[in-house]
């Protein structure tokens, strides 16, 4: 009975750790996390062929410093391409106009980010602007799927080289 009652207990520490655990990667892993403050900001926009994973809350970043936010996604039925609108704290507001915006993902299993590479304008970046220069993310499935093409293109190839022999007959 004591050994049940010992077993029962730790079970059930054993779930109470695993909710806060949870819990925990949940605030810290979510694009929101648990800060609701408000700053000075402008907003700009960028242009996409294809933002993979992109959500609305993923952090911006410049030189590895967040800056920003993306605060809305939408599509482009005239250019066929994602909007992505940026809103960047104002403490940033001198980034040139000549600047460029690609999506990355955060480690292996992260999420994506935006992030901005400085130009070389004497005019910098303000609220509404566009931002021309952009990269689009690197979606895992797509590659895997060329890479998988090119191998079996190469291999039928080799294949059928081996089959005549490389000898008439």
Request: charge should be positive; avoid cysteine.
């Amino acid at each position: 009975m004591r050994k049940s009652r010992a077993m029962n207990l730790g079970t059930g520490l054993f779930l109470l750790l695993g909710f806060a655990a949870l819990f925990f990667l949940t605030t810290q892993t979510t694009s929101h996390g648990l800060s609701f403050r408000s700053v000075p900001h402008y907003e700009v926009t960028a242009k996409f062929e294809n933002i993979g994973d992109l959500k609305v809350g993923a952090p911006v970043s410049m030189a590895g410093v967040q800056i920003g936010r993306v605060v809305n996604i939408r599509f482009d039925p005239r250019d066929f391409k994602a909007v992505v609108t940026l809103r960047i704290d104002d403490t940033y507001n001198q980034i040139p106009t000549d600047s460029d915006a690609s999506i990355y993902t955060q480690g292996l299993l992260g999420g994506q980010y935006v992030g901005l590479s400085p130009g070389g304008s004497e005019t910098f970046l303000k609220n509404h602007d566009q931002i021309a220069f952009t990269q689009s993310a690197l979606v895992l499935e797509n590659l895997i799927g060329q890479f998988l093409a090119n191998f079996n293109k190469h291999s039928s190839s080799s294949s059928s080289g081996a089959a005549t022999g490389g000898q008439p007959k």
